[in-house]
């Protein structure tokens, strides 16, 4: 059976290669994979097509990225009050965006975990967010369609892992990861704890072993905003 | 512009909180709205919910015991009221976007006299702005209440006929309560039901880009 957790966090992040399409969670400074990020500006992965809720908090999270300026492309919804680097690098024309309302966010994650291939919604419909969408009238309601958003990887934090990779988050930090979790083709989780398989209670697994493939223990950054 | 007080940003999170029925679930956005919380009349509970993944959340936290895994939308330290629940971004959504929800409070830049909502972006400003959850609130809840300044600080009106900022919904708002009045976005228009201490309900339809309608004197704005 293959293993999933990986004793060097540099050794799990090892084959993300340069233009990868890349999942990152967190919210509010809470359920960011920090220490995950922080092996990647090591590794010097570049040209990163991201998704992620914001953009940053000056040096940490993703800030480090937009810092180093290893991302190319970024799918989020608010990039933040706190997000200087990005916004160095957006008004340089070094990366460019595409705002999306949060929740059809999560939901356009959500379509490509779960098969779909798009969706219609009236979130966005008049706005800028509707430009160069397909528009119709459905129940009488004016909506637009909307596309799954798929990714390589995921990069997500968790609290407490199992050895076959059954996740729990503490608090409001699940935010993201759970859905990011399942929308990845690879998702690497940093945990502050790994646990014996069986020692989390079946009823509280919050994300299912099938959607984590690489597990690392990482204690070093926990909060980086 | 008259020369008279208007009401402060507390007050106006003061009235607004009136509009928010007993055992409601409700979310609170940035500015104004998020003062709202300090401002609950005796004898009323509402259960309100965070766009990360909370219901249910209670007072900021106190020096000492904040935990930055428990934080609310504005990344503030919040703690729990009995009962409360946790779920994840997709679920949070689903319930504001769904019409789950029973009251959403928002800021706003403009409102229209459609009830169309400009509150994300401002034309020309620096950077690249950002919608974060305004969208999918305003698209599916059920009763949507803006809290603003009636005018911008140059003494524009910011109830106008068309918005001319980047919208974030459109025909979303039920209410609107400002410095200056509460306004009810009705099917005929605007209808003006409050209008602000010593200000009378013309001086107020001066200061507002599109037609009030009202019958008589309106009542003054109830502050609690």
Known sequence: MKQKIFSHIDAAIADVPDGARMMFGGFGGAGFPNNLIQALARKGTRDIFAISNNCGTRDGELGILFKLNRIRHIIASFPGPHSNHFQERLAAKEVTIELVPQGILCERMRAAAAGLLGFYTAVGVGTEVAAGKEERVIDGKRCILEMPIHADFAFIKAEKADELGNLTYRLAAQNFNPIMAMAAKTTIVEVEEIVPTGSIDPESVMTPAIFVHRIVQAKGIRYAG | ?224
């Open chain 2, 1 to 224: 512009m008259p020369d008279r007080p208007r009401l402060t940003r507390e007050q106006i999170a003061q009235r607004a909180a009136l509009e928010l029925p007993d055992g409601a679930y409700v979310n609170l956005g940035w500015g104004i709205p998020n003062l709202i919380s300090d401002y609950l009349p005796a004898g009323i509970t509402v259960y309100f919910h965070s766009e990360n993944g909370i219901l249910g959340m209670g007072r900021r936290a106190r020096a000492g015991e904040e935990d930055f895994d428990l934080v609310d939308a504005m990344k503030v330290p919040v703690t729990l009221v009995p009962g409360a629940s946790f779920f994840n971004q997709a679920d949070a959504h689903l319930m504001t976007r769904g019409g789950h929800l029973d009251v959403a409070v928002l800021g706003g830049f403009q409102v229209s006299e459609k009830g169309d909502l400009a509150n994300w972006k401002i034309p020309g400003a620096k950077g690249s702005g950002g919608i974060g959850g305004a969208m999918d609130i305003a698209s599916g809840t059920k009763t949507v209440v803006v809290c603003m300044e009636h005018t911008t600080r140059d003494g524009a009106p910011k109830i106008v006929r068309e918005c001319t900022y980047p919208l974030t919904g459109l025909r979303c708002v039920t209410t609107i309560v400002t410095d200056l009045a509460v306004i009810d976005v009705t099917p005929s228009g605007l209808t003006l039901r409050e209008v602000a201490p010593q200000w009378t309900a013309g001086e107020v339809q001066q200061l507002t880009g599109a037609n009030l309608n009202f019958n008589g004197t309106p009542p003054e704005m109830h502050l609690k």
